[in-house]
């Protein structure tokens, strides 16, 4: 039985007509997607004041983990910077350290902050606790070199979006649980954060071709977890089933209405809430589906996404609100 569904935008569903749309993901496909997932990131460099800086760092295992560092030009001598570390989407399947990276260059711009951008690891290649893992090593070496980097601990954010997003919120439960540094907020976009799959929103979005689907989630979870089943589920690789919301930053959640991953979404904010937590919360309305603001950032409905996102970061990252 086919579930009833949020309208599409206009706007966005006349956009979304014109795009190669599928229901299901496997091996032969997933190796045909990562030839097209990779994004050059040259062009929105171009026009930019920004000095780039490529370096690695050891993986748990000695794997070496690429991170790109972008700093304001000019500024490799000033200190209290704020900072985004910055975790790309893609299922955790696809995608690199590129992918989705306009929107934290777009608060390099603004706020003149210090982006760092992780390329962890892929799964099916790698899974349980890796591809977390990776990313935490990014974050430590952050904290490590903030004299270096020119960055203000106190102003450190952790963001990602979709696959980015849930690891996002997995890192930023490990630095709690590890009490390693102090995170000024976290921002989840439009994040991927359950592996039970088992949402209405995820029922809604199941047979039918999308931008993500049910059964495009399902093939990313599995990548992930292999033979792992529910009990034995780190909540800091599927941050849901976290047994303990308490003492996290100041979180941003987002997420369209007509996508596969609202419900998690709003679950895990109303949780943040209920541990007593700080948590702003947008499900776009109109129709949202999965992505679509890193999609189609030209649409009205996503430049009021990313305006609304812009505006809250700003008022975190005001002096006043980390003193």
Known sequence: MTLARPALDPELGALLADMPLMTHL??????????????????LLEGRSVDRREVTV??????????????????????????????????MVMGDRFSQIDIPLEWLDLFGAVV???????????GGTTLVDDCYRGLLWIAEHADELGIDPARIVVAGASAGGGLAAGVTLMARD????????????????????????????????????????????????????????????????????????T??????????????????????????????LHVWAGGGFHGFDALYP??????????????WLARVLSPASVA
């Open 26 to 43: 496997g091996p032969e496909l997933l190796s045909q997607l990562r030839l097209l997932a990779s994004t050059p990131v040259e062009p």
């Open 58 to 91: 050891p993986g748990e295992d000695g794997a070496r983990i690429p991170l790109s560092v972008f700093s304001p030009a000019g500024t490799a001598h000033a200190t209290g910077a704020p900072c985004v570390f910055w975790i790309h989407g893609g299922g």
């Open 116 to 126: 760092v951008s992780v390329d962890y690891r892929l799964a099916p290649e790698v």
């Open 178 to 249: 590890g009490g390693t540094l102090p995170i000024a907020a976290q921002v989840l976009i439009c994040p991927m954060l359950d592996h039970r799959n088992a949402t209405t929103s995820s029922r809604q979005y199941s047979g039918d071709p999308g931008v993500w689907t049910r059964e495009m989630n399902e093939f990313g979870w599995r990548s992930v977890l292999g033979d792992l089943r529910d009990e034995r589920v780190p909540g800091h690789v599927s941050p849901a089933v976290a047994d303990d919301l308490s003492g996290l930053p």
């Open 251 to 280: 979180t941003y959640v987002d997420a369209g209405s007509a996508e596969v991953f609202r419900d998690e979404d709003v679950a895990y904010a109303t949780r943040i809430w209920a541990a007593g937590g700080q948590a702003e």
């Open 298 to 311: 030209q649409a009205r409905v996503s430049a009021e996404a990313r305006r609304t996102r812009n505006d």
